[in-house]
Structures are given as C-alpha cells and as structure tokens.
Nanobody, 128 residues
C-alpha cells in the first residue's frame, strides 16, 4: 500500500497562486500513475489532473486547464500541482491519489476508480 501526504494548501485571494505537494512512501512499486482530485463542500469529489509515471501522459479537467500544472519527481517520490489564477470556485479539499502502472509507463487514469491509494487531503480556500 502506498501512503500519500499532501501539503501546501491554505488561504489565498482570487488571482493568487498556490503549489500543492504530495509525498509518496511505502510499497510504491516500480511505477505508478498519480493524480489530483478535489471535493468542495456538498459536492462530489472531482478529477483535477493526472500524470503517468513517465510524465508523457498528462490530463486536466477543463475547469483548470491553462491555470494548473501537474508535475512529478520520481526520484523523490513527489507529486506537485501548481495552481495559478485561482478562483473562488477552486475552493475545496485537494486529494493526491496513486495507482500502480504495472509497467505501463505512459498510462494514467482519470477517474476515482482508477486510483487505489489516497491522501488525507489539504484545504485550499480562495477568497473573492
């Protein structure tokens, strides 16, 4: 099982930036895809971004495309989400997720069911 710990959340004004980090540990296996999801109060958890082990495949939700950038450092077992031009509607708990790639270095899923390991989440609040 992979343990994931997010950090970097906080309170920011609209138009500002934040950088989320996720540290992976435990039995990560030889390769794994990673992603970010978020859940706003009273809403379902939704996909934000995902990246394959190789970094070749990257996907974003339409709502964050052009504003958010997902990246990873495999040697450090770290995942990042750079969030720019933040909007009040970006307010949510952000979760890091991971899934074994089983040798498919360019593959990543984009739904919750594609990921088996989850962090505890970090709160991001964007004030207007």
């Amino acid at each position: 099982q992979v343990q994931l710990v997010e950090s970097g959340g906080g309170l920011v004004q609209a138009g500002g930036s934040l950088r989320l980090s996720c540290a992976a540990s435990g039995r990560t296996g030889s390769s794994y895809a990673m992603g970010w999801f978020r859940q706003a109060p009273g809403q379902e958890r939704e996909f934000v971004a995902a990246i394959s082990w190789s970094g070749y495949s990257i996907y974003y939700a339409d709502s964050v495309k052009g504003r958010f950038t997902i990246s990873r450092e495999n040697a450090k077992k770290m995942l990042y989400l750079q969030m720019n031009s933040l909007k009040p509607e970006d307010t949510a708990v952000y979760y890091c997720a991971a899934a074994p790639s089983d040798g498919r270095f360019h593959y990543t899923g984009r739904s919750e069911t594609d990921f088996g390991s989850w962090g505890q989440g970090t709160q991001v609040t964007v004030s207007s």
